[in-house]
């Protein structure tokens, strides 16, 4: 059962923006603690680029900070990242993550790739 689905991702030239999109199974979004984005790189480990707990606390790596934006439509189960000003260095599988509140349970989107390339 896919309950994480993510889209968005493509090949944009370096200024440029994309959105990425993850669709949650309703029954984990209405019970996260937290929902965040996550990018791996080629021969990288994964980092945390972005998230937002319950409360609308959002914290974001300082690497995309002023150019990323993480966001939720509560309505669609969805939680969103734009991402503006795109670097070469942006390029990565971006994941999403779902925290839940019961049980801490750990849920990963399938990924998608984001290419930033002249």
């Known amino acids: 059962q896919v309950q994480l689905v993510e889209s968005g991702g493509g090949l944009v030239q370096p200024g440029g923006s994309l959105r990425l999109s993850c669709v949650v199974s309703?029954?984990?979004?209405?019970?996260?603690?937290?929902m965040s984005w996550y990018r791996q790189a080629p021969g990288k480990q994964r980092d945390l680029v972005a998230s937002?707990?319950?409360?609308?606390?959002?914290n974001y790596a300082d690497s995309v900070k002023g150019r990323f934006t993480i966001s939720r439509d509560n309505a669609k189960s969805t939680v969103y990242l734009q991402m503006n000003s795109l670097k070469p260095e942006d390029t990565a599988v971006y994941y999403c993550?779902?925290?839940?509140?019961?049980?801490?349970?750990?849920?990963w989107g399938q990924g998608t790739q984001v290419t930033v390339s002249s």
């Open positions: 993550n779902v925290v839940t509140v019961v049980g801490a349970l750990n849920y």
């Open positions: 937002i707990s319950v409360n609308d606390v959002t």
């Open positions: 309703s029954s984990i979004f209405n019970n996260y603690r937290r």
